[in-house]
């Protein structure tokens, strides 16, 4: 049996239900990164540690930077 094709309705709901979970997670990312770095914690900071959360996200250093000092907050 084949499945039925989605109505736009559909596709419409998905997408609502989808770019909610796309905030939720975003919010947790942005309050996740500046968590890592020890020096936000008042503990000496780890030498890399900028470097280990680039390769985790793929963004880019300053993006990372700005997410870290809160220049940058999650929408």
Do not use: C, H
């Not at 499945?3 to 239900?17: G, H, S």
């Not at 470097?51 to 793929?58: L, N, Q, S």
């Amino acid at each position: 049996m084949t499945n039925p094709v989605p109505t736009d309705e559909q596709r419409l709901a998905r997408i609502a239900e989808l770019k909610t979970r796309i905030d939720a997670d975003r919010a947790e990312l942005f309050a996740l990164i500046p968590a890592v770095f020890p020096e936000n914690r008042g503990a000496e900071s780890v030498r890399g540690r900028l470097t280990e959360v680039v390769r985790a996200t793929g963004w880019t250093r300053a993006y990372i930077a700005d997410i870290r000092d809160g220049k940058v907050k999650s929408a």
